[in-house]
Protein backbone atom coordinates (compact mmCIF):
# COMPACT_ATOMS: atom_id res chain seq x y z
CA UNK A 1 0.00 0.00 0.00
CA UNK A 2 1.14 3.57 -0.61
CA UNK A 3 -0.12 6.59 1.37
CA UNK A 4 -1.17 9.11 -0.73
CA UNK A 5 -0.75 12.58 1.21
CA UNK A 6 -0.42 16.61 0.84
CA UNK A 7 2.26 18.82 2.09
CA UNK A 8 0.34 22.06 4.04
CA UNK A 9 2.65 24.62 4.54
CA UNK A 10 2.56 28.31 3.79
CA UNK A 11 6.84 28.06 3.19
CA UNK A 12 7.70 26.52 -0.18
CA UNK A 13 11.12 25.84 1.34
CA UNK A 14 9.82 23.55 4.35
CA UNK A 15 7.34 21.86 2.11
CA UNK A 16 10.69 21.02 -0.05
CA UNK A 17 12.54 20.10 3.05
CA UNK A 18 9.35 17.90 3.70
CA UNK A 19 8.47 16.12 0.63
CA UNK A 20 12.06 15.39 0.38
CA UNK A 21 12.06 13.22 3.50
CA UNK A 22 8.66 11.48 2.55
CA UNK A 23 9.27 10.60 -1.05
CA UNK A 24 12.73 8.71 -0.23
CA UNK A 25 10.11 6.17 1.13
CA UNK A 26 8.76 4.59 -1.70
CA UNK A 27 5.48 3.90 0.93
CA UNK A 28 4.68 7.29 0.18
CA UNK A 29 3.69 9.28 -2.69
CA UNK A 30 3.20 13.09 -1.73
CA UNK A 31 0.26 14.35 -4.28
CA UNK A 32 -0.02 17.84 -3.72
CA UNK A 33 1.23 20.61 -1.88
CA UNK A 34 -1.33 24.13 -0.35
CA UNK A 35 0.55 27.04 0.94
CA UNK A 36 -2.69 28.02 3.55
CA UNK A 37 -5.31 26.16 4.83
CA UNK A 38 -7.94 27.54 2.30
CA UNK A 39 -5.42 25.97 -0.66
CA UNK A 40 -5.62 22.14 1.49
CA UNK A 41 -9.16 22.63 0.99
CA UNK A 42 -9.00 22.88 -2.63
CA UNK A 43 -6.70 20.50 -2.61
CA UNK A 44 -8.10 17.42 -0.86
CA UNK A 45 -10.98 17.91 -3.15
CA UNK A 46 -8.90 17.20 -5.67
CA UNK A 47 -6.67 14.53 -5.21
CA UNK A 48 -8.63 12.56 -2.23
CA UNK A 49 -5.47 11.73 -0.17
CA UNK A 50 -5.04 9.43 2.73
CA UNK A 51 -3.73 11.80 4.60
CA UNK A 52 -2.78 15.38 5.16
CA UNK A 53 0.00 17.13 7.08
CA UNK A 54 -1.05 20.36 8.28
CA UNK A 55 0.89 23.15 9.65
CA UNK A 56 -0.83 25.08 12.11
CA UNK A 57 -0.37 28.99 11.99
CA UNK A 58 -0.38 30.03 7.78
CA UNK A 59 -2.38 33.07 6.36
CA UNK A 60 -5.85 32.91 4.59
CA UNK A 61 -6.98 29.95 6.71
CA UNK A 62 -4.79 28.32 9.78
CA UNK A 63 -4.93 24.57 10.39
CA UNK A 64 -7.52 24.67 13.21
CA UNK A 65 -9.49 26.22 10.81
CA UNK A 66 -8.86 23.66 7.59
CA UNK A 67 -9.09 20.88 9.90
CA UNK A 68 -12.57 21.93 11.52
CA UNK A 69 -13.49 22.44 7.79
CA UNK A 70 -12.42 18.82 6.79
CA UNK A 71 -14.11 17.27 9.88
CA UNK A 72 -17.15 19.09 9.60
CA UNK A 73 -17.55 17.26 5.99
CA UNK A 74 -17.79 13.59 7.78
CA UNK A 75 -16.49 10.59 6.53
CA UNK A 76 -12.92 8.62 7.20
CA UNK A 77 -10.60 10.18 4.88
CA UNK A 78 -8.36 12.17 4.97
CA UNK A 79 -6.58 11.17 7.94
CA UNK A 80 -4.90 14.68 9.79
CA UNK A 81 -1.63 14.57 11.46
CA UNK A 82 -0.19 18.30 12.20
CA UNK A 83 3.71 18.90 12.36
CA UNK A 84 4.53 21.96 13.48
CA UNK A 85 7.40 24.02 15.39
CA UNK A 86 4.45 25.15 17.92
CA UNK A 87 4.26 22.78 21.28
CA UNK A 88 2.36 25.14 23.43
CA UNK A 89 -0.58 23.50 25.39
CA UNK A 90 -3.14 26.02 23.37
CA UNK A 91 -2.25 24.75 19.72
CA UNK A 92 -2.14 21.18 21.17
CA UNK A 93 -5.07 21.18 22.55
CA UNK A 94 -6.75 23.27 19.89
CA UNK A 95 -5.72 20.76 16.92
CA UNK A 96 -6.66 17.97 18.80
CA UNK A 97 -10.13 19.01 19.59
CA UNK A 98 -10.54 20.28 15.66
CA UNK A 99 -10.11 17.10 14.59
CA UNK A 100 -6.64 16.27 14.04
CA UNK A 101 -5.47 12.59 14.00
CA UNK A 102 -1.95 13.36 15.50
CA UNK A 103 0.39 16.18 16.37
CA UNK A 104 4.27 16.06 15.92
CA UNK A 105 7.10 18.61 15.78
CA UNK A 106 9.12 19.74 12.74
CA UNK A 107 11.92 18.46 14.35
CA UNK A 108 11.26 15.37 14.11
CA UNK A 109 13.39 12.82 12.69
CA UNK A 110 12.87 11.68 8.93
CA UNK A 111 12.25 7.62 10.49
CA UNK A 112 9.94 8.75 13.08
CA UNK A 113 7.70 10.96 10.32
CA UNK A 114 7.40 8.20 8.10
CA UNK A 115 6.50 6.06 11.05
CA UNK A 116 3.46 8.46 12.14
CA UNK A 117 2.54 8.66 8.56
CA UNK A 118 2.21 5.58 8.13
CA UNK A 119 0.40 4.38 11.65
CA UNK A 120 -2.23 7.59 11.33
CA UNK A 121 -3.26 5.63 8.00
CA UNK A 122 -3.73 2.52 9.94
CA UNK A 123 -6.28 4.53 12.33
CA UNK A 124 -3.61 5.40 14.80
CA UNK A 125 -3.12 8.73 16.87
CA UNK A 126 0.32 9.87 16.60
CA UNK A 127 1.37 11.60 19.69
CA UNK A 128 4.29 13.35 20.24
CA UNK A 129 5.96 13.49 23.55
CA UNK A 130 5.24 17.47 23.77
CA UNK A 131 1.11 16.76 22.92
CA UNK A 132 0.87 13.75 25.12
CA UNK A 133 1.88 15.39 27.89
CA UNK A 134 -0.20 18.41 26.91
CA UNK A 135 -2.99 16.17 26.90
CA UNK A 136 -2.35 14.15 30.31
CA UNK A 137 -1.65 17.77 31.95
CA UNK A 138 -5.56 18.96 31.04
CA UNK A 139 -6.60 15.68 31.84
CA UNK A 140 -5.30 14.94 35.23
CA UNK A 141 -8.87 16.29 37.07
CA UNK A 142 -10.68 14.74 34.29
CA UNK A 143 -12.46 11.10 34.88
CA UNK A 144 -13.02 8.82 32.05
CA UNK A 145 -16.68 9.43 30.46
CA UNK A 146 -19.24 5.91 30.38
CA UNK A 147 -19.06 6.50 27.31
CA UNK A 148 -15.02 6.40 27.24
CA UNK A 149 -14.96 2.98 29.28
CA UNK A 150 -17.19 1.58 26.31
CA UNK A 151 -14.45 2.53 24.17
CA UNK A 152 -12.12 1.05 26.04
CA UNK A 153 -13.56 -2.32 26.74
CA UNK A 154 -13.98 -2.78 22.63
CA UNK A 155 -10.86 -1.75 21.83
CA UNK A 156 -9.90 -4.13 24.44
CA UNK A 157 -11.59 -6.79 22.94
CA UNK A 158 -9.57 -6.16 19.50
CA UNK A 159 -11.98 -4.01 18.08
CA UNK A 160 -11.12 -1.62 15.01
CA UNK A 161 -12.26 1.84 15.22
CA UNK A 162 -15.05 1.38 12.51
CA UNK A 163 -15.17 -1.73 14.20
CA UNK A 164 -16.10 0.15 17.89
CA UNK A 165 -18.38 2.58 16.06
CA UNK A 166 -20.38 0.06 14.61
CA UNK A 167 -21.07 -1.06 18.02
CA UNK A 168 -21.45 1.95 19.71
CA UNK A 169 -23.69 3.26 16.99
CA UNK A 170 -21.47 6.00 16.28
CA UNK A 171 -18.83 7.27 13.65
CA UNK A 172 -15.57 6.64 13.19
CA UNK A 173 -14.39 10.08 13.28
CA UNK A 174 -16.34 10.13 17.20
CA UNK A 175 -14.47 6.58 18.37
CA UNK A 176 -10.87 8.60 17.47
CA UNK A 177 -12.07 11.54 19.21
CA UNK A 178 -12.94 9.42 21.94
CA UNK A 179 -8.98 8.00 21.76
CA UNK A 180 -7.76 10.86 21.67
CA UNK A 181 -9.44 12.24 25.22
CA UNK A 182 -8.34 8.72 26.57
CA UNK A 183 -5.31 9.37 25.76
CA UNK A 184 -4.78 12.48 27.23
CA UNK A 185 -6.54 11.15 30.69
CA UNK A 186 -4.75 8.14 31.08
CA UNK A 187 -1.01 9.36 30.11
CA UNK A 188 -0.32 7.25 27.17
CA UNK A 189 0.16 7.39 23.11
CA UNK A 190 -0.91 4.59 21.59
CA UNK A 191 -4.64 2.21 21.76
CA UNK A 192 -2.22 -0.76 23.14
CA UNK A 193 -1.09 1.33 26.48
CA UNK A 194 -4.31 3.12 26.74
CA UNK A 195 -5.41 -0.55 27.47
CA UNK A 196 -2.85 -2.01 29.67
CA UNK A 197 -3.00 1.13 31.82
CA UNK A 198 -6.86 0.95 32.10
CA UNK A 199 -6.37 -2.66 33.36
CA UNK A 200 -3.58 -1.59 35.80
CA UNK A 201 -6.12 0.66 37.28
CA UNK A 202 -8.86 -1.44 37.54
CA UNK A 203 -11.05 0.81 35.25
CA UNK A 204 -12.06 -2.79 32.36
CA UNK A 205 -12.56 -4.66 35.90
Known amino acids: ?14 RDGIKGMLQADDRVE ?13 LVDRTDPDLVLMD ?32 TDRD ?4 VDAGADGYLLK ?4 AELVAAVLQAVQGRTVLSPEAAQALVTRG ?3 QLTEREVDVLR ?15 LVS ?3 VKTHLVRLYGKLGVRDRAAAVRVAYERGLLG
Request: glycine content about 12%; charged content about 25%; proline content about 3%.
Open 172 to 174: EAT
Open 30 to 42: VVGEAGDGLEALA
Open 107 to 110: ASTR
Open 154 to 168: AIAAGGTNRQVGRQL
Open 56 to 87: LRMPVLDGVGAIRRLRSRGGARPRILVLTTYD
Open 92 to 95: IHAA
Open 1 to 14: MTVRLVVVDDHPVV
Open 140 to 142: RVE
